[in-house]
C-alpha cells in the first residue's frame, strides 16, 4: 500500500480544491458567453431548455482542455505559498524534508493533469462533438417532421426527393392547413402541377412512412416544348395522395465520425493531432514547475505582484510559440528525436531555476502574511 508523504498530505487537499474551483468558474464563463448562441440555435428549431443545457454540456470538455494548464499553475501557487508563508513548509523542513519533495508533488501533479488533458483531448472531446452535430441534426431532423406533421395552417415551401410542396394559409374555416401547390417533374422534360384545397398528413407505418392526402385535388400534367405546345391534360379527384418517408425529408445523419471525432490513436491519428494533444498535455507540468518558478521568484517588493502574472505570460507563451514549433517538427522529425527535444524545451527551463533556487521555497518570507 503506498502512503502519501508529508508534503502530498499537506498540499494536495488545497491543489485539487482550487483547481476544481478554477475550473468550474471558467466553465461557467465560457458557457455564459456561448449560451446566446446556443439558445438560439434551439429555439430556431422549436428546442428546449434540457436541449441548450446538453449542447452546453457538450462543450464542457473542450473548455476544461484550455484552462488545465492555467487551473494548475494557480492552484499550485496559491497552495505552495500559502503552506510556505504560514510555515508549514519549514517546519516540515526542520523535520528533515528536503525541498525536493515539494518539487517532486508539483511535477506529480503536473503529470496527473498530463494525462487529463490527453483523456480530455484525445477521448471526450472527440465523443463530445460526435454527439454535438448528432445533436444539431436531431433538433433540425424533429423541427422539419414537426413542420410536416402537426395540424393547423401553413405557409411554407418544402421539397421531397424532386416533388416540391408549396403550402399557404387557409382562406376559410372549412380548411384545416389551407391550400396545397404541387410540382413534380418528370423524364424528357414532363411535368406535373396540382393543387389541393386543403390536406393532411397521416402516418402509415412505425417505420416513417407518411401518406400526404390532397383533398379537392385539381391536377394537371404536361411536357415542356421548344417548338410547339403540348397538350395538357387535367383531371379532378376529391382525394389524392403521395407516399413518402420522413427520412426523404430529412436526410439520414452521417453516422460516420469525422476528423476531430475519432478517438486518438497512436498508430493511425494525424501527425498534427498527436502534435497539438501532445503539446497541450506538456503545458500542464510545464505550469505546474512555472508554479514553483513564480514562488521563488516573488520576493517582497513589486515582484511579489508579478511574478504571477509573468508566470502566467510565460505559459501563454509556451502554448502559443510550443504548438507551433511542434505543429512543424512533427512533420520532419522522427518521433525518437521530437519527444526528448520537446520535453526538454518546455520541462528544462522552469526545472533548472527551480533546482537552482529549490532550498528556498521552503523558508518563509519575512513580512509575509
Not at 389541393?196 to 385535388?217: C, F, K, N, Q, Y
Request: glycine share 10%; net charge positive; aromatic share 8%.
Amino acid at each position: 500500500m503506498i502512503h502519501p508523504g508529508p508534503v502530498t498530505r499537506l498540499l494536495v487537499l488545497p491543489v485539487v480544491a482550487r483547481l476544481g474551483l478554477l475550473l468550474l468558474l471558467v466553465v461557467a464563463i465560457f458557457m455564459a458567453e456561448s449560451f446566446t448562441n446556443l439558445l438560439e440555435q434551439a429555439l430556431r428549431f422549436d428546442g428546449g431548455g434540457l436541449d441548450v443545457i446538453w449542447l452546453m454540456l457538450l462543450k464542457a470538455p473542450e473548455i476544461v482542455d484550455l484552462a488545465l494548464a492555467l487551473g494548475v499553475l494557480i492552484a499550485v501557487f496559491f497552495a505552495v505559498q500559502e503552506a510556505r508563508n504560514r510555515g508549514e513548509l519549514v517546519i516540515l523542513a526542520t523535520s528533515g524534508v528536503r525541498w525536493t519533495r515539494v518539487l517532486g508533488f508539483a511535477f506529480g501533479v503536473g503529470i496527473a493533469g498530463a494525462l487529463i488533458s490527453v483523456a480530455v483531448s484525445g477521448y471526450v472531446m472527440p465523443r463530445a462533438q460526435y454527439a454535438e452535430r448528432l445533436a444539431g441534426a436531431r433538433l433540425q431532423s424533429d423541427y422539419v417532421v414537426r413542420q410536416i406533421t402537426r395540424p393547423g395552417p401553413r405557409n411554407a415551401r418544402q421539397t421531397i426527393l424532386d416533388t416540391t410542396f408549396i403550402a399557404s394559409p387557409p382562406t376559410s374555416e372549412t380548411q384545416e392547413r389551407g391550400r396545397l401547390f404541387v410540382y413534380q417533374p418528370g423524364k424528357e422534360g414532363s411535368w406535373r402541377i396540382g393543387q389541393s384545397r386543403d390536406w393532411t398528413v397521416r402516418r402509415t407505418d412505425e417505420a416513417g412512412g407518411h401518406r400526404v392526402i390532397l383533398h379537392d385535388l385539381q391536377a394537371y400534367s404536361g411536357a415542356f416544348s421548344a417548338t410547339a405546345p403540348q397538350p395538357v391534360s387535367v383531371f379532378r379527384v376529391s382525394d389524392g395522395g403521395m407516399d413518402f418517408d420522413l427520412s426523404e425529408v430529412t436526410g439520414k445523419p452521417d453516422l460516420a465520425l469525422r476528423g476531430a471525432e475519432r478517438l486518438l490513436s497512436l498508430s493511425s491519428a494525424e501527425p498534427r493531432r498527436l502534435g497539438a494533444v501532445g503539446a497541450r498535455a506538456l503545458l500542464v507540468p510545464t505550469a505546474a514547475l512555472l508554479a514553483l518558478a513564480a514562488i521563488l521568484l516573488g520576493g517582497r517588493g513589486l515582484t511579489r505582484f508579478l511574478a504571477l502574472p509573468g508566470a502566467v505570460v510565460a505559459l501563454l507563451f509556451y502554448d502559443v510559440l510550443g504548438r507551433m514549433w511542434i505543429a512543424d517538427a512533427v512533420q520532419s522529425l522522427p518521433a525518437a528525436l521530437l519527444i526528448p527535444a520537446a520535453v526538454a524545451a518546455y520541462i528544462a527551463p522552469a526545472l533548472g531555476f527551480v533546482a537552482w533556487r529549490g532550498e528556498a521555497i521552503m523558508k518563509p518570507l519575512r513580512g509575509a502574511p
